[in-house]
């Protein structure tokens, strides 16, 4: 069984599409689930995947607090029961189309990452800032990487339920490649197709930088349950800070209008703010240490 995971927020747009793509693909593949893990959105994402499930039975739907896309993948896969598993975002920019190709490569790797080879983002905002990551992430972790951030990728079960036992605080779901390659160096990356976001509104802004510097570096140094102890908040304090400037800045540009900058603060920064950061860097989730890797 392939079991695709799908972690959405606020995706009342986008939802419907990318589980109609995937089951447009289902006769080309064996038997299939698609499990959607709402991240506690605010709109109609929920009932959308509910209408879906009424018509196809292989749709499930996991509803859970909001606490960010981690989070949302760690709790997909493990109530996933496919031994070969699909990560796949929920904004309808991947394409599940690529998703066969992917899967067969399985016959010879034990994970397939996709990057975004056309990708259809903004820029300076977007396309640039993860160029210079990836470029970095690379040298740090001596692993070459073409695209950390795009969430198209598929395991088989033995590989990811090891990759998922990292997945333990906000925004480790960008260094899943980072986890894969300790475990396996059967890893290849292929080209998959990206779109132009068209509806909702991006998740992932300027703000993400402070915390994907705090958690290479973290990780750089042999902690690979990057959960920082109390002694650290005056540096949670500085990322914090930064990260909501730049979420400002971010949203101020693409928001369009005063009254959707106001909307957007009050839905997304300060609930991202308080869940990505007293939650995680002032370390009131488990510290996971690295007896874990036993």
């Given at each position: 069984m392939i079991s695709v995971v799908v972690p959405v927020y606020n995706e009342e747009e986008n939802i419907?599409?990318?589980?109609?793509?995937?089951?447009?693909?289902?006769?080309?593949?064996?038997?299939?689930?698609?499990?959607?893990?709402?991240?506690?959105?605010?709109?109609?994402?929920?009932?959308?995947?509910?209408?879906?499930?009424?018509?196809?039975?292989?749709?499930?739907?996991?509803?859970?607090?909001?606490?960010g896309q981690t989070r949302a993948f760690r709790i997909g896969i493990d109530n996933s029961i496919g031994d070969k598993v699909v990560l796949i975002d929920g904004d309808f920019q991947n394409s599940a189309l690529d998703i066969p190709l992917m899967i067969n490569k399985l016959n010879e790797f034990d994970a397939v990452l996709g990057y975004r080879k056309n990708r259809k983002d903004p820029v300076f905002?977007?396309?640039?800032?993860?160029?210079?990551?990836?470029?970095?992430?690379?040298?740090?972790?001596d692993f070459k990487v073409y695209d950390y951030g795009c969430s198209l990728k598929v395991f088989k079960r033995e590989t990811i339920d090891k990759v998922k036992i990292h997945l333990v605080c906000e925004g480790m779901h960008r260094f899943i490649p980072f986890f894969a390659n300790i475990y396996t160096k059967r890893i290849i990356q292929i080209a998959v197709s990206h779109?132009?976001?068209?509806?909702?509104?991006?998740?992932?802004?300027?703000?993400?930088?402070?915390?994907?510097?705090?958690?290479?570096?973290?990780?750089?140094?042999?902690?690979?349950?990057?959960?920082?102890?109390?002694?650290?908040?005056?540096?949670?304090?500085?990322?914090?800070?930064?990260?909501?400037?730049?979420?400002?800045?971010?949203?101020?540009?693409?928001?369009?209008?005063?009254?959707?900058?106001?909307?957007?603060?009050?839905?997304?920064?300060?609930?991202?703010?308080?869940?990505?950061?007293?939650?995680?860097?002032?370390?009131?989730?488990?510290?996971?240490n690295k007896e874990?890797?036993?």
């Open positions: 419907s599409k990318v589980i109609d793509e995937i089951i447009l693909i289902r006769d080309r593949l064996e038997k299939i689930e698609i499990i959607v893990v709402d991240d506690g959105s605010c709109d109609n994402t929920v009932e959308v995947v509910r209408k879906k499930q009424i018509r196809n039975d292989i749709v499930r739907l996991i509803s859970v607090k909001h606490s905002f977007k396309i640039i800032p993860s160029k210079i990551a990836n470029i970095i992430l690379s040298w740090i972790f779109r132009k976001r068209e509806k909702g509104i991006s998740k992932n802004g300027l703000e993400r930088i402070p915390t994907v510097i705090y958690h290479m570096l973290t990780l750089k140094a042999g902690n690979l349950f990057p959960v920082p102890n109390i002694k650290n908040g005056i540096v949670a304090i500085f990322i914090i800070l930064t990260s909501f400037v730049l979420f400002l800045i971010d949203r101020l540009i693409f928001s369009g209008s005063f009254k959707k900058l106001i909307k957007d603060t009050l839905y997304l920064s300060f609930g991202w703010l308080y869940y990505n950061f007293v939650l995680d860097i002032i370390n009131t989730r488990k510290n996971y874990y890797l036993n």
